[in-house]
């Protein structure tokens, strides 16, 4: 992955990009942190197994450092990871671990530092015995994840992209951002939002049937 676009997506919220293109493909809102205050940003090691986390261990020791372990558990009810798998991820220098289904061992979790999103806990454990498949397309969430696909997730939730996506947007990300910081600060100052918007105009266009587009105007 560009490493100058990982520094830059690591100092900025998913709400920014998201904003920066409304196209690109959100994972399920039921997929959530673990542990809450974590960013998350690496390529996709894709996975899919179900109720059975053999294919898991296999794809843990093929992973490279920086990459994000996505797992389709194909709506699997029992935990395919938790407390030593996740060790072993933060051991190996992954970015984190998505799993589309149930994790376990939560409260040791929450100890670690990597990020874990999961759709369920389950205190009981998958089987050990069907190798799946892994680095293939998978759906994660609802939304097609192929591997090398960029993974962005903070508390708001997971944005997946292509890398080229992610660089056509992240320099607007960054000015959005900025641009929001300095509404919040004349905010604190006193200053109503509505009037460092275009609202009056951008409302009397739409009444007049004319395309426009809400804008702050600072």
Known sequence: ????????????????????NKELSILDKNLRPVRPGLKLVGPARTVRCHEDFLTIIQALDNSEAG?????????????????????????????????????????????????????????????????????????????????????????????VASEVDLLKVIDNALAIEEAERELLRKIKLGTPLIEMLNFKEHVKALKSDINSSLQFDL
């Open 1 to 20: 992955m560009n490493e100058d676009l990982r520094q830059k997506l690591m100092t900025i919220a998913v709400a920014a990009i998201a904003d920066s």
């Open 67 to 159: 990459e994000v372990l996505v797992v389709d558990s194909c709506e699997s009810t029992r935990a395919l990871i938790g407390e030593l798998f996740t060790s072993e991820a933060l051991r190996r220098g992954l970015a984190g671990l998505i799993i589309d289904g149930p994790v376990r061992d939560i409260e040791s979790i929450r100890g670690l530092d990597i990020p874990v999103y999961a759709r369920s806990f389950c205190p009981c454990s998958g089987t050990t015995i069907k190798l799946m498949d892994e680095q293939i397309p998978i759906l994660c969430g609802g939304v097609e994840v192929k591997p090398g696909d960029i993974l962005f997730g903070d508390d708001d939730g997971i944005l």
